[in-house]
């Protein structure tokens, strides 16, 4: 079936470091790709997406690009802050009938000033 | 405001007792979904709701009841719950099932059995 690997956490930086989140997928045809952030008490937002192979995402500095051939969709910042201290969770969609966000299970980041 | 809303936020309830946690969303969204968040856990799907008829139940335990009466409300009654039960309870809603459309997620309920 249809499923994502994140690299494990927690994952901890200093303020400015590079950060890289890596995350791997499993699936049928020509899934979309997604990463959402949680910060703490609160729920999960869309951070970026990517619907084809070589799409690069890109938001608030945070960049996945969508790579078929090695069926990835790592995150990278090149400047990482204290706010982006938070879980990331990577994810795909593939047409079906109910639209099933697959998710994985989450890397927790913590940047220290 | 991120267009999810859940209520309450927190519940703590006993074994016994029946209670619902409620979803609403004005986006003009098609599709709606809870998810329940345990601790160093995967998301777990449970219900999800298009155009108000739920098309997919992954095998969640008749304690948990969901409810759509329409495309912009979405519950989830509980009753007799277990302490294996606590965790974050997450509604999203999508505008429509399929590929390209990412999730507009609700902050949440903290749900504590005890």
């Known amino acids: 079936g249809d499923s994502v690997t994140q690299m494990e956490g927690p994952v901890t930086l200093s303020e400015e470091a590079f950060l890289t989140i890596n995350c791997t997928y499993t699936?049928?045809?020509?899934?979309?790709l997604f990463w959402y952030v949680q910060y703490p008490g609160e729920g999960l937002q869309l951070l970026l997406k990517a619907t084809k192979a070589d799409d690069k995402g890109s938001n608030k500095g945070f960049e996945a690009t969508y790579r078929k051939e090695t069926t990835s969709f790592h995150l990278e910042k090149g400047s990482v802050q204290v706010s982006d201290s938070a879980v990331y969770f990577c994810a795909l969609v593939r047409p079906s009938n109910t639209g099933k966000l697959i998710f994985g299970q989450g890397t927790t980041l913590q940047v220290k000033p | 405001e991120t267009g999810v809303t859940q209520t309450p936020r927190h519940l703590v309830m006993g074994m016994t007792n029946k209670k619902s946690l409620k979803c609403e969303q004005h986006l003009g969204h098609n599709a709606m979904y809870w998810y329940k968040q345990s601790a160093k856990k995967p998301l777990e799907l449970m219900f999800v709701y298009s155009l108000e008829e739920r098309v997919e139940n992954n095998s969640v335990p008749s304690r948990f009841s969901p409810e759509c009466p329409n495309s912009s409300h979405l519950f989830l009654h509980l009753h007799t719950l277990q302490p294996e039960d606590s965790a974050l309870y997450l509604c999203?809603?999508?505008?429509?099932?399929?590929?390209?459309?990412?999730?507009?997620f609700g902050s949440g309920t903290r749900l504590t059995v005890v």
């Open positions: 699936a049928t045809g020509y899934p979309s």
């Open positions: 999203a809603s999508s505008q429509d099932k399929g590929q390209g459309y990412g999730y507009t």
